[in-house]
């Protein structure tokens, strides 16, 4: 079973307010890349099953402007360890996602994406925030690992369709 990975950077997020990192909101920008990543999705991978979202405040705010713009918003699961997390604590969330889904989201923050992404397709492709990259796995997601996946689209919006 072929199995499909959408990696997606929360949007720009507002450093003026001196909150603490986890709870960082979205800036005014943020709030304009997130529902255009969002009809993105809604075009080129209508059918996510689940969004595994980063607890941080610009993370889950970024995947709500994006679920609204999706005909069928998948179910959200906020994981703690996204949050901060580097691309082998990220590999090992992937590794562990229900065997049944085919079609999944993770929302969180570099470096930890672009470092998965390039551990994933074998090669480095830049996560500008509200970016998202569409990669292909064609084995188990416990199978998940270096050069295990190929890159369908990258980029905010991403330039080549999955």
């Given amino acids: 079973m072929e199995r499909t990975l959408v990696l997606l950077r929360h949007a720009k997020s507002d450093w003026s307010g001196g909150e603490p990192d986890v709870r960082r909101p979205l800036a005014d920008r943020g709030r304009r890349q997130a529902p255009e990543a969002g009809r993105w999705l809604a075009a080129h991978v209508p ?10 405040t610009r993370a ?29 604590e990220l590999l090992e969330v992937v590794r562990g996602l229900d065997p049944d889904l085919g079609v999944v989201a993770l929302v ?12 994933l397709v ?27 996946a190929r890159l369908r689209a990258s980029g905010r919006p991403p330039t080549a369709a999955p």
């Fill in 47 to 56: 059918d996510l099953e689940v969004a595994v979202v980063s607890p941080a």
């Fill in 60 to 88: 889950r705010q970024t995947w709500e402007l994006v679920s609204a713009e999706l005909g069928a918003p998948p179910r959200m699961e906020v994981d703690e360890s996204v949050y901060a997390a580097d691309e082998e």
């Fill in 108 to 119: 969180g923050h570099n470096p930890g994406l672009e470092d998965l992404l390039s551990l």
């Fill in 122 to 148: 074998g090669q480095w492709v830049p996560m500008k925030t509200s970016a998202i990259a569409v990669v292909t796995l064609t084995g188990p997601w416990a199978d998940a690992g270096p050069d295990s």
